[in-house]
């Protein structure tokens, strides 16, 4: 059954007031009341009406949600069984493959388009950030459409509409059912996703490195760094070592490794064809949870930073690396860090777990405060 959803946004301070959004959202599990849609349709909202093509309406809570994949899970209670969409997968489609799209585009309820597959593995750049792994469809997708269901011919989910693209015309874009799967299962399990650990640190193999190294440019990463008792270093990955493939996937760019690594779950093992002291080796990782106690550490080697909990809300910078970029740009012992990306900071606890959970981006913003003034800083990590 497929869904309109009805989202009160509440702008904040200093002037407060609502307005309402229509987006689009499938149910996933009848049985539990799960409802899969977009990240940015729920973005920023104070309340959420769900409403059934049967015309039932309910209240749905938000199981979790994560802005970088653009997917959300919500929860809606039902006395009677709701019915679900049957899965289907999205690694076999083809282009030219006939589809279907639903939503409610501008408001014009469970609107049926249709349309073929005109491309897969599309990038799109927002302002924001960029999203991988895309299906590209010919079938209309407008506002209103984000978080409906893109359909085979069998009527199976193949994909997750979303409308982010402001200048698509004639286009439309869905997220991968199998891509989803993952991301959806780790949102039902810890309300937003968890990264497998692998333990390395790796960049590009530029011009100078590769010849340095007797290495050919652009082909490969070379290992940087390896963390002490990670799954890479059990595996036997050591600094220098240069990462050829990931799966299946040729590596060139630290792009293409945060994608590979981001389709796997923590747990999983990964597969990896790396160069070791020069010869040709296959070695498997078995990933797992970053271990939160190495929180610290790992805040000071991305930002140069150590904290502790403040006397209000926030992780009170408490020692600052000279060199590092924080430092230059002027942040120093005593600030505050109340927001890192998307996730709001009111204790060290929350400063570590976002640390960790965008560990592998290649910015972070950073909100920082100095007495009542408060400076976004843009962080490169790699």
Not at 359 to 369: D, E, G, M, N, P
Request: hydrophobic fraction near 40%.
């Amino acid at each position: 059954m497929r869904i309109s959803l009805k989202i009160f946004l509440d702008h904040g301070q200093p002037r407060r007031y609502k307005r309402t959004s229509l987006g689009s959202g499938v149910i996933i599990s009848g049985e539990r009341g799960l409802i899969l849609t977009n990240a940015h349709v729920i973005s920023r909202s104070s309340a959420i009406q769900v409403f059934l093509q049967d015309e039932r309406e309910f209240s749905a809570d938000i199981i979790g949600a994560d802005p970088d994949s653009d997917l959300a899970v919500l929860r809606i209670q039902s006395d009677d069984p709701l019915p679900a969409i049957e899965m289907g997968t999205s690694d076999d489609l083809m282009i030219g493959e006939t589809i279907i799209a639903i939503g409610n585009p501008f408001g014009f309820s469970h609107t049926v388009t249709t349309g073929v597959i005109s491309a897969l593995k599309r990038s799109i750049r927002t302002e924001e950030r960029t999203y991988q792994d895309f299906i590209q469809t010919d079938a209309s997708i407008n506002p209103g459409n984000s978080g409906g269901p893109l359909l085979n011919i069998n009527g199976e989910l193949i994909g997750i509409n979303t409308a982010i693209y402001a200048k698509a015309q004639g286009i439309g874009f869905a997220i991968p059912i199998n891509r989803a799967r993952r991301i959806v299962n780790d949102l039902i399990l810890y309300g937003e996703v968890v990264l497998p650990w692998v333990g390395v640190t790796a960049q590009e193999i530029d011009s100078h490195i590769a010849t340095y190294m007797s290495l050919e440019a652009g082909k490969g990463l070379l290992v940087r760094a390896v963390e002490l008792t990670s799954p890479a270093h059990v595996a036997g990955i050591i600094t220098g070592d240069v990462i050829l493939e990931v799966g299946k996937q040729t590596m060139k760019t630290l792009e293409d490794y945060r994608i590979a690594i981001r389709r796997y779950k923590a747990g999983d093992t990964i597969v990896m064809s790396v160069l070791h002291e020069g010869v040709p080796q296959t070695v498997s990782i078995h990933t797992g949870v970053y271990p939160t106690e190495r929180g610290a550490d790992l805040a000071f080697r991305l930002f140069g930073v150590r904290v502790k909990n403040g006397d209000s809300e926030g992780a009170l910078v408490t020692d600052i690396n000279p060199e590092s970029y924080l430092a230059r740009i002027g942040a120093r012992a005593g600030d505050v860090i109340r927001q890192i990306d998307d996730i709001s900071v009111d204790s060290i606890d929350d400063f570590f777990r976002a640390v960790i959970k965008y560990r592998q981006k290649s910015t972070i913003v950073l909100l920082l405060q100095r007495g009542d003034q408060g400076y976004y800083i843009t962080v490169q990590l790699s």
